[in-house]
């Protein structure tokens, strides 16, 4: 399974795991075809967002 990441610092991308900050996107329910895989969407969350931005700040 391939996740596309929709919206923050890893918008548009193909990935084989999902990142932290993202999850499932619940309105497209169906893997889309790509290539050889299945795609779905996984958006990121504004709540994540600040414990990213803060998590960078320590480090």
Do not use: K
Request: aromatic share 12%; hydrophobic share 35%; net charge negative.
């Amino acid at each position: 399974m391939i996740y596309v990441l929709v919206g923050g610092p890893r918008d548009g991308q193909h990935v084989d795991d999902l990142p932290r900050g993202y999850r499932l996107s619940l309105s497209d329910p169906q893997p889309e075809p790509f290539g050889d895989f299945d795609t779905v969407r996984a958006v990121w969350f504004e709540l994540d967002e600040a414990m990213f931005r803060s998590s960078q700040r320590r480090g």
